[in-house]
């Protein structure tokens, strides 16, 4: 295809003086699932094109970029994140053409297309994998992959320890072609995606062609998949224990497969590549530490824009801890001149409005519905939380609905690979990837006219975009309202740093130029100061001229 099809936008953020340049600085961002957004074509499967034909529904909700989720050739072993060749659209989800399309049409609409890049493993069904186990032992393609005789007196026993995240170890045996028995290769996720060993030039090489094609088509930048995972300790150590996946995050000394420091020799190279394009091109990595200071590794001058900030995401909704990470993320991206990142759901966690629904402490995935309303409630003030911090933020799709996980799929609708592997991830991921809901009516509530691929609860019609906008008191009005006010705002997401005021316990009360938010986080009605006007609240607040009364779990933004 002719390279340079989609024009990229151009011009910086409208920063506040002082504060480094850069769109994604305060930008919010949407994330996208495609197969779960919007289907064109009617076969129950969301696609380029629906998502295409929906721009103008985010233009209007007010995001600044949309983030698309893997789209690419694949099996689809794990929903597209088990790549087969890094440069085609899977039928599924329509073609380059579409790609284009929809590139050009959101750039129209002054909306950047982030793209997701998988660059810790492949799909099986690559064409350097499937040569590497067709040429059999020696194959130079083997050395693209980490392959290794077994242990044992046969080699039948994996080469270590590792564990996969899907559950299982995190190495299968190979057959060789004459039948027999042969060499064992990682893959820290499904079976189906064997990890490169990105020590072989050749990945390096190949991965900064494919930057470099989907740059010149355009995109603004990519979400890193991964992106803690691409270098392995040498040796390939043992771990020396079980349940390795409940030590992700909790230990400063680190996994062998995770956050080893050559990681960051890579994105240096990246950034290279990403600071040749016009338009301020970015790169956001998905990357799990230890702590939010191994994450700020990421994010240095010369490395990655962003990084996901799930120690946010993790967090309870409790006043002190919430205040303990804010605090704790803004220092840490402080020294690196890198904007901080604040996130409540995306396609691996259950919804944040499912997660509120429960007591705190649950984590961040549960199979428990918890109480509907109380959750909303939560979650509605968890966002005008979220869009007062300085920095950027990033919606899942159908969050601005309210959406809560679906809990109770029928176990024959299930399609997330861990379920049916045992002691690996919870399993449940297709609770938050069911389409989201268009209108009142039809067959997948205007999804698309096939159905969908993930049953939709009927309590849906009365959450869908139809039903909910020009209601003043919906969910997505609320959206709509807090992402003008932001832009509006110039206290709002620009900057690196709050000014706490004095609050009850239990509330969270802090200060931007022109601008004060307050948070109860309680079960009861709180009396607070009146710093202001209100601008905008999560739920009914009364005030009286010096004060207010702030319902339980509710967040109100003041204009001083």
């Not at 079980?242 to 990246?270: K, M, T």
């Not at 002691?423 to 205007?446: H, M, N």
Request: hydrophobic share 40%; proline share 8%; aromatic share 10%.
């Amino acid at each position: 295809m002719t390279q340079h099809l989609a024009a990229p936008l151009t011009g910086t953020s409208d920063d506040a003086p002082g504060h480094p340049s850069g769109w994604w600085r305060d930008a919010v961002i949407y994330q996208v699932y495609p197969r779960s957004f919007a289907d064109a074509d009617g076969d129950g499967m969301g696609d380029l094109d629906g998502v295409r034909r929906r721009l103008p529904y985010l233009k209007e909700l007010g995001v600044d970029a949309v983030w698309l989720s893997p789209f690419y050739a694949s099996p689809q072993a794990d929903a597209g994140y088990d790549v087969a060749d890094y440069r085609a659209i899977d039928p599924m989800f329509g073609s380059l053409l579409d790609a284009d399309a929809l590139i050009r049409d959101a750039h129209e609409l002054a909306l950047r297309i982030i793209v997701d890049l998988v660059p810790n493993h492949s799909s099986a069904e690559h064409e350097w994998f499937k040569r590497a186990l067709r040429e059999g032992p020696g194959s130079a393609l083997r050395e693209r992959y980490h392959f290794r005789p077994g242990k044992g007196a046969d080699g039948e026993l994996p080469p270590n320890d590792w564990e996969s995240l899907f559950g299982g170890p995190a190495w299968t045996r190979t057959t060789d072609p004459d039948g027999t028995p042969g060499d064992w290769y990682l893959h820290l996720f499904a079976p189906e995606q064997p990890d490169f060993n990105w020590d072989h030039p050749a990945v390096a090489d190949e991965f900064r062609s494919i930057l470099r094609f989907w740059l010149d088509m355009g995109v603004d930048g990519f979400r890193i998949d991964v992106a803690h995972g691409l270098v392995k300790a040498p040796g390939l150590p043992d771990v020396g224990g079980a349940e390795q996946l409940r030590l992700l995050g909790s230990s400063e000394a680190g996994l062998p497969f995770f956050d080893q420091d050559g990681v960051h020799e890579i994105y240096r190279q990246w950034r290279v590549i990403l600071d040749e394009y016009p338009g301020e091109r970015v790169a956001v990595a998905e990357a799990w530490t230890p702590t939010i200071e191994r994450t700020a590794n990421y994010v240095r001058p010369d490395e990655l824009h962003q990084a996901f900030n799930f120690q946010y995401l993790a967090t309870s909704w409790e006043a002190s801890a919430l205040r303990e990470v804010i605090d704790l993320s803004l220092a840490a991206m402080r020294p690196v001149g890198a904007p901080t990142t604040w996130v409540l759901s995306n396609h691996d966690v259950t919804r944040h409005a499912t997660r509120f629904a429960g007591p705190p402490g649950g984590g961040t995935q549960t199979r428990e519905p918890g109480d509907r309303a109380l959750g909303l409630r939560r979650a509605r003030a968890a966002t005008l939380l979220m869009l007062a911090l300085p920095g950027s933020a990033y919606i899942y799709q159908g969050e601005e609905l309210g959406l809560p996980d679906v809990t109770d799929l029928p176990d024959e609708a299930r399609q997330d690979p861990s379920y049916f592997r045992a002691d690996g991830q919870d399993g449940f991921r297709d609770g938050c990837r069911v389409p989201i809901p268009w209108t009142r009516e039809g067959s997948s509530y205007g999804f698309g006219s096939g159905g969908s691929w993930l049953p939709q609860p009927d309590s849906w019609a009365g959450l869908s975009v139809e039903a909910q906008s020009g209601d003043p008191d919906s969910t997505l009005e609320l959206y709509r309202s807090a992402l003008a006010a932001r832009r509006e705002q110039p206290g709002l997401g620009a900057g690196d740093a709050v000014r706490w005021l004095d609050a009850p316990d239990g509330v969270l009360a802090f200060a931007r130029p022109g601008f004060v938010c307050t948070v109860n986080t309680t079960d009861t009605a709180v009396r607070v100061p009146a710093p202001g006007g209100v601008l905008l609240a999560s739920g009914p607040v009364a005030t009286d001229g010096a004060g207010a009364e702030l319902p339980a779990d509710t967040t109100v933004w003041w204009t001083v």
